[in-house]
């Protein structure tokens, strides 16, 4: 290619380490590119809880939008903050190899954790989960980037904060008082990093897909699956996570009212081969087994 790719990105520094990643792995393949980093509107709106600003796809609108318009070649993203339902004309290209998936406690002492305690989050994946576990704590909300968040949590009187362990991880940032919550279910494609190109543009195509890691596609791919099938365009508490071990698709799905009162819960195998059926065949057992009632119940609270 005559020119360098542009590659569009959020301007924050987890954004930008994301970015420069997808820029690395064309670099080794011989191929230009220069990072054109933007603002979206979950960057600039940080005084309401992501579920009340009723925009699909509030970290990824601008990019796509850029990408549609021809004034970047391909845009980053991180696949959870992906709207289920792409913009048309528009295609996830590549999945790099995907980070841990996992959430993670942030805290100043566990000793709070059988008693009344403030946990911080803007997630309300996180926040039913929580809630389930520790009924007796308060859900304050949090938004701003990983450093913005760290800080509010150091100010403030909270007993610890959710995060992301990939981002964490991807900065960089070794901090002590730190717990993985392996029994928190993962946003679905949490710690995957996506790629999109527009479908008019077959070279760029070509030349992303080699970044493709096969594994982490097919991962995402049936945990979005899960969501799509489950949300019908609403924000919900729902979380899945989807793993390889042999010929087989080991797989885990929730859902949960805002509170965490009501909860369906399920745990799966499934054959690899099957892969492109396993996430809506999923989502409809949990409809059936009562998830209809929970997404009727979520879309009155939000007024959806």
Same mark, same amino acid.
């Given at each position: 290619?005559?020119?360098?790719?542009?590659?569009?990105?959020?301007?924050?520094?987890?954004?930008?380490?994301?970015?420069?990643?997808?820029?690395?792995?064309?670099?080794?393949?011989?191929?230009?590119?220069?990072?054109?980093?933007?603002?979206?509107?979950?960057?600039?709106?940080?005084?309401?809880?992501?579920?009340?600003?009723?925009?699909?796809?509030?970290?990824?609108?601008?990019?796509?939008?850029?990408?549609?318009?021809?004034?970047?070649?391909?845009?980053?993203?991180?696949?959870?903050?992906?709207?289920?339902?792409?913009?048309?004309?528009?295609?996830?290209?590549?999945?790099?190899? #995907? =980070? !841990?998936?996992?959430?993670? &406690?942030?805290?100043?002492?566990? @000793?709070?954790? $059988?008693?009344?305690?403030?946990? +911080?989050?803007?997630?309300?994946?996180?926040?039913?989960?929580?809630?389930?576990?520790?009924?007796?704590?308060?859900?304050?909300?949090? #938004? =701003? !980037?990983?450093?913005?968040? &760290?800080?509010?949590?150091?100010? @403030?009187?909270? $007993?610890?904060?959710?995060?992301? +362990?990939?981002?964490?991880?991807?900065?960089?940032?070794?901090?002590?008082?730190?717990?993985?919550?392996?029994?928190?279910?993962?946003?679905?494609?949490?710690?995957?990093?996506?790629?999109?190109?527009?479908?008019?543009?077959?070279?760029?195509?070509?030349?992303?897909?080699?970044?493709?890691?096969?594994?982490?596609?097919?991962?995402?791919?049936?945990?979005?699956?899960?969501?799509?099938?489950?949300?019908?365009?609403?924000?919900?508490?729902?979380?899945?996570?989807?793993?390889?071990?042999?010929?087989?698709?080991?797989?885990?799905?929730?859902?949960?009212?805002?509170?965490?009162?009501?909860?369906?819960?399920?745990?799966?195998?499934?054959?690899?081969?099957?892969?492109?059926?396993?996430?809506?065949?999923?989502?409809?057992?949990?409809?059936?087994?009562?998830?209809?009632?929970?997404?009727?119940?979520?879309?009155?609270?939000?007024?959806?």
């Amino acid at each position: 290619m005559k020119t360098p790719l542009r590659i569009g990105t959020r301007d924050s520094e987890l954004a930008l380490w994301q970015a420069s990643a997808v820029k690395e792995g064309l670099d080794n393949l011989g191929i230009a590119a220069e990072l054109i980093p933007t603002k979206s509107i979950g960057d600039i709106v940080l005084d309401k809880p992501l579920y009340e600003l009723g925009v699909t796809g509030i970290f990824t609108k601008a990019l796509d939008v850029a990408l549609l318009k021809g004034e970047i070649d391909l845009a980053v993203h991180s696949m959870k903050d992906m709207p289920t339902q792409l913009p048309e004309g528009l295609r996830i290209c590549a999945v790099l190899e #995907r =980070g !841990n998936p996992h959430d993670v &406690l942030i805290h100043k002492g566990l @000793n709070f954790l $059988n008693e009344e305690g403030i946990i +911080a989050t803007g997630s309300l994946r996180r926040q039913a989960q929580w809630l389930h576990r520790y009924p007796n704590h308060e859900i304050t909300d949090l #938004r =701003g !980037n990983v450093q913005t968040r &760290l800080k509010k949590l150091e100010d @403030n009187a909270w $007993n610890g904060a959710l995060f992301a +362990a990939a981002g964490l991880e991807r900065l960089s940032l070794n901090l002590p008082d730190k717990t993985l919550l392996k029994w928190m279910i993962p946003a679905p494609a949490q710690g995957a990093i996506a790629v999109l190109v527009s479908d008019n543009k077959p070279q760029i195509q070509s030349a992303v897909k080699q970044l493709n890691h096969h594994e982490s596609d097919i991962c995402t791919r049936v945990e979005r699956d899960f969501l799509r099938t489950l949300e019908g365009g609403c924000s919900a508490p729902i979380g899945a996570l989807a793993r390889v071990t042999g010929n087989e698709l080991l797989f885990q799905g929730i859902l949960l009212t805002p509170d965490g009162q009501k909860r369906i819960y399920m745990s799966k195998k499934g054959k690899i081969s099957e892969s492109e059926t396993l996430g809506k065949r999923y989502a409809q057992e949990v409809l059936e087994g009562g998830g209809d009632e929970i997404m009727r119940e979520i879309k009155a609270r939000l007024g959806e």
